[in-house]
């Protein structure tokens, strides 16, 4: 069965800000960042088990090739992105997001 992949509203903001960032340091590298994310959400989407759980039943997916993570959990009909964060990041800025 698949899943809806659907984002929080401060999920995508991060996505949209990381975009923005990576364009300024280099034109062209927000998009691949965007096709990096999309491979993942993708992957994400076959199977949304796949990825180890990290804290409760959240998951995270490695975003290839660039330190970011898909911070995710999977209800019973949708996948739902609560953070793209950048690897180093404190992991308390999204363990309290549902």
């Known amino acids: 069965m698949s899943r809806k992949v659907v984002f929080r509203k401060v999920a995508q903001t991060e996505v949209d800000e990381a975009i ?15 096709e990096a994310v999309l491979a993942s959400i993708e992957a994400i989407e076959q199977n949304p088990l796949q990825y180890q ?10 975003v ?3 330190h970011f ?7 019973e009909d949708e996948v739902v992105i609560v953070a793209c964060l950048h690897g180093r990041r404190d992991p308390r ?4 997001r549902v």
Request: charged share 30%; no cysteine; net charge positive.
């Open 20 to 34: 923005e960032w990576f364009e300024a340091q280099q034109i062209g590298l927000g998009e691949r960042f965007l």
């Open 53 to 62: 759980r990290v804290y409760s039943d959240r998951r995270r997916a490695v």
């Open 64 to 66: 290839a090739r660039f």
């Open 69 to 75: 993570n898909l911070m995710y959990f999977v209800s």
């Open 93 to 96: 800025r999204w363990k309290g």
